[in-house]
């Protein structure tokens, strides 16, 4: 079994900043990539950010230069770091990650509880 598990949120003014951590744990053989999601009330789930196993990053246009993504690959361990934060950016995220178990040696596509994000005054 793999799991992760998302930290960090919480109710923040307009204009300040919140770091969301999610860890990885389990039957973890590799992590090919780890990515965050947001969905605020009657929207579908957006990709925020994700980071793959060479490096690479993809960030959403809403949030390129305000959030940065980024990975501590020995502690299995996913950060999103988010300045100039907006009450459009309220929405609960969540963590995914993808990558080959231990034991089955087969690929898991986990998604963790998330995280609530509330920017408001």
């Known amino acids: 079994q793999v799991h992760v598990v998302e930290s960090g949120g919480g109710l923040v003014q307009p204009g300040g900043s919140l770091r969301l951590s999610c860890v990885a744990s389990?039957?973890?053989?590799?992590?090919?990539?780890m990515g965050w999601y947001r969905q605020a009330p009657g929207n579908q789930r957006d990709l925020v950010a994700r980071v793959y196993s060479s490096g690479t990053t993809n960030t959403a246009d809403s949030v390129k230069g305000r959030f940065t993504i980024s990975r501590d690959n020995a502690k299995n361990t996913l950060y999103l770091q988010m300045n100039s934060l907006k009450p459009e950016d309220t929405a609960v995220y969540s963590c995914?990650?993808?990558?080959?178990?231990?034991?089955?040696?087969?690929?898991?596509?986990?998604w963790g509880q998330g995280t609530q994000v509330t920017v408001s005054s």
């Open positions: 995914n990650a993808v990558g080959i178990q231990s034991t089955t040696r087969g690929i898991y596509d986990i």
């Open positions: 389990g039957s973890i053989s590799s992590i090919l990539s």
